[in-house]
């Protein structure tokens, strides 16, 4: 599986795209793998803060419930309705199936994300592969 | 996610053939297990339409034979065995002089001096010491058989159609419930019970445990289940199986703190058998009453998931009971659970809250089970 490049990402498998100062923030592909057919994604509203590395909503498959961590502080300026009736598409494609958009309050916290290859060295570390 | 697993984990003589096949592994009961293959709502549904295949090795078989096998099993067992006949199983559990649960088993009468209790993996050996211990004045010989099986389910609507392709046995004689022993695969003698944990049609065969054989067997079920849509299925959907039909797990709905009223499980419990392990704890219980508690089904009617382990709140917010199993229901499509509630409010179509993440999320009583599989009408 290809991550994408321009993607930043967690070690709690989130991957942000970032447009000017607004960041798109999804589960990686190895994530969703991981949890299985995704039933139902519990996701902020618009307004809400959220702060860099703590929970802003979560994904469940039928098996498990994930906390979602944010990648960066801000304000959620967009919510994926989409996934509300369809929550499995984010099996179908985690990397473009976005959850939220966040209006970036410090954005130098990209800094200390993963890049793609990170990423990848990191999972195949958890996999021991 | 998954860190490596620790040193002792037991195996079946599947495990190889599992991880063969791109299964996602679990620790269950201290076994190594597939949780699911292909997915765990494809693995479902094969079961519910059409046919799915289970490794269920991790169970344990115990055999009590002798002449007083069956007032060893009347001793340990809450069901009455003396109603059993030659080639018919049944639900029932051990019990505690409490009237609470060692476990859930399944007797099954293969002659007047023969006994096979199946019993679950992670209660094995727990249960072969309390059943050596509790027959010793018996005149019979408790056996633990377990490591001799490979015991594989075929449950569905085709599992008969399936199994037909592997054995001369003509299944249609064999009642749910019931078990013969034909040639499968080959194998003669091999035992055939219609039973199994998903509230399908379906049957659990039980084979030599060495790894060529198991993996022979299982690889001619899959192929005789190609024309069905066979599914190798995982203790993923095994549980959202038995939880839509309602069947208990160990540790969830009975336990050694659960005693037979509050898992509303009586219809199995024999007192007019004459005194058992239980019975005068149970009698105790019906005299004063009966239960506190009960176990009761839920369909979660707002939008939420209830899990195991979530609290059940009344109207006003406050806890009384919680949930002993909760998951969404790939095929009835709806979040179910079931969970202990006080005996006064444990009443269908009343309404009470489950805590999901700190959020109160409006539940329904429901009657259980929560599936019944169509009727044959052939």
Known sequence: MAYPENYKYTREHEWIEVAGNVGTVGITDYAQTSLGDIVFVDAPKVGTKVQKGSVFGSVESVKAVSDLYSPVTGTVTGVNEELHASPEKINTDAHSSWIIKVELSNPSELDALLSAIDYEKFIAEETGK | ?378
């Open chain 2, 1 to 378: 996610m998954a860190t490596s697993a620790p040193i002792t984990l037991r195996k079946t003589a599947l495990n190889v053939m599992h991880r063969r096949m791109g299964a996602k592994m679990v620790v269950f009961g201290g076994w190594d297990m597939p949780v699911e293959y292909l997915g765990l709502i494809a693995e479902h549904m094969a079961v519910r339409t059409g046919v799915g295949l289970f490794d269920v090795s991790h169970m344990g078989d115990i055999q009590l034979r002798g002449p007083g096998s069956l007032d060893a099993v009347q001793h340990i067992s809450m069901n009455d065995a003396s109603k059993l006949q030659e080639g018919q199983a049944h639900y029932s559990a051990m019990l505690y002089p409490q009237g609470t649960f060692v476990d859930d088993v399944i007797v099954h009468k293969l002659s007047d001096n023969d006994y096979l209790i199946v019993i679950n993996a992670g209660t094995r050996e727990k249960d072969f010491h309390w059943v050596k211990s509790n027959v010793q004045r018996f005149n019979c010989h408790a056996n633990d058989y377990s490591d001799y099986y490979t015991q594989l389910a075929i449950q569905g609507p085709k599992a008969a159609e399936t199994l037909a392709k592997l054995t001369n046995v003509d299944l249609s004689s064999i009642k749910g419930y019931w078990f013969k022993w034909g040639t499968v695969c080959g194998l003669a003698n091999t035992l055939i019970a219609r039973t199994g944990y998903t509230g399908e049609d379906g049957f659990e065969i039980y084979v030599p445990s060495d790894v060529a054989t198991s993996e022979r067997v299982w690889n001619e079920v899959l192929e005789a289940g190609k024309d069905f849509g066979i599914l190798p299925c995982g203790l993923g959907a095994r549980n959202t199986l038995r939880l839509e039909s309602a069947m208990s797990l160990y540790e969830h709905e009975i336990s050694d703190k659960i005693n037979v009223f509050e898992a509303h499980l009586d219809r199995f419990l024999k007192l007019e058998k004459g005194p058992f392990t239980g019975s005068e704890a149970l009698k105790t219980i019906q005299a004063e009453g009966g239960p506190t508690k009960k176990l009761v089904g839920l369909e979660i009617i707002e939008r939420g998931i209830a899990r195991d382990g979530y609290a059940v709140l009344n109207a006003a917010g406050k806890k009384i009971g919680v949930v002993t199993s909760g998951s969404p229901a790939p095929f009835l499509k709806k979040n179910i659970a079931l969970a202990y509630v006080p005996t006064e409010l444990a009443v269908v179509d009343g309404e009470v809250a489950v805590e999901v993440r700190g959020n109160p999320v409006k539940a329904r009583i429901v009657p259980t089970p929560f599936y019944r599989r169509p009727k044959k009408t052939a």
